[in-house]
């Protein structure tokens, strides 16, 4: 019984280092990942990696081809478009539910979080403004009190992190998205949920639409 949760334990470390390194870019798209070469480099057995590939197989992060291996999945304009309509029916139904659920402490949050984006966007340093980024779509998700909501909604945005540079392609991008996020804020905290979920469509809709023009750019869409 010991050695199963061990087992398990393991499992978990190398998915969330694979994962991480997947999202982070670090295995180009249509890679392929291999159990001996893996399981070499981390100092693991094959077991845990396969155990993690396969969830990773499951989270849309990677794409099992039958008799020839396991690949870092290429996306299309198509898949940005799904994803992103996902997230615009999640993070709505989270918004219009959010007048119900926001305390003080949820308030204080998402201020916290905008100090973070403006320090980062004047620093211009978009790797860390894009983690504020998630974390603020994350905060917002849980406005809606819904497990299955949240659940659901991190496995849509583990497919979007490979981009998430790509939607601040350009800095009038950038700064578009920090008036965009502060105005969202601004109206969740007010109880105006109507205009916060107006101006979260369309910063979706624009993150969208400059992640399919990168990948039609870079000659991978």
Do not use: W
Request: some cysteine.
């Amino acid at each position: 019984m010991a050695a199963n949760r061990s087992i398990q334990t393991m499992g978990d470390q190398v998915y969330t280092i694979l994962r991480k390194e997947i999202c982070e870019g670090r295995f180009a798209p249509g890679a392929r990942l291999q159990e001996i070469e893996l399981s070499e480099a981390l100092g693991v057995s094959r077991s845990p990696v396969r155990e993690a590939l396969l969830r990773l197989v499951s989270d849309g992060l990677l794409l099992a081809v039958p008799n020839k291996g396991t690949y870092v999945k290429e996306f299309t304009c198509q898949d940005i478009d799904e994803i992103f309509d996902m997230r615009v029916m999640l993070e709505s139904y989270s918004i219009l539910r959010s007048q119900k659920s926001m305390t003080p402490e949820r308030k204080q949050q998402l201020f916290d979080i905008l100090e973070v984006m403006e320090k980062t966007h004047t620093e211009d340093n978009v790797e860390q403004y894009t983690r504020a980024d998630e974390e603020l779509h994350n905060a917002i998700v849980a406005l809606g009190d819904n497990s299955l909501v949240n659940t659901t909604y991190a496995r849509v945005r583990s497919m979007n992190q490979q981009f998430r540079v790509f939607s601040l392609a350009d800095r009038t991008r950038f700064d578009d998205s920090l008036e965009e996020h502060r105005k969202i804020i601004h109206a969740l905290v007010n109880g105006q949920i109507e205009e916060a979920d107006r101006i979260n469509r369309i910063h979706l809709e624009l993150a969208c639409q400059c992640i399919k023009d990168q990948l039609r750019k870079n000659g991978t869409a």
